[in-house]
């Protein structure tokens, strides 16, 4: 089983770039498709980012394309989730997740989860 704790969070001004890392435990990382999701204030957990096991195939919301980038780094054992030009409605708690089938955007997919990051974007 592996255990998943996010990091990065923090309050910044739109147009400004935070960088998220998901540390895990537990077991490697390399076993799993890994995603990022965020739930904003009286949302449901909406998808962002998915990773397959080789980094080779990736999918974005159509929300973060060409502002946010995911990446992984297996012997280090954590994913990365880079933002940029970020909008107040990126405000959210983001979430790291890991999941040990195919890779998909639907959060029934991922079975691991982090304990999530706040991220607050000013305007």
């Known amino acids: 089983q592996v255990q998943l704790v996010e990091s990065g969070g923090g309050l910044v001004q739109a147009g400004g770039s935070l960088r998220l890392s998901c540390a895990a435990s537990g077991r490697t990382i390399s076993s799993y498709v890994m995603g990022w999701f965020r739930r904003a204030p009286g949302k449901e957990r909406e998808f962002v980012a998915a990773?397959?096991?080789?980094?080779?195939?990736?999918q974005y919301a159509d929300s973060v394309k060409g502002r946010f980038t995911i990446s992984r780094d297996n012997p280090k054992n954590t994913v990365s989730l880079q933002m940029n030009s970020l909008r107040p409605e990126d405000t959210a708690v983001y979430y790291c997740?890991?999941?040990?089938?195919?890779?998909?955007?639907?959060?029934?997919?991922?079975?691991?989860w982090g304990q999530g990051t706040q991220v607050t974007v000013s305007s």
């Open positions: 997740a890991a999941n040990s089938a195919l890779l998909t955007i639907s959060r029934s997919g991922y079975g691991y």
């Open positions: 990773i397959d096991r080789s980094g080779n195939n990736i």
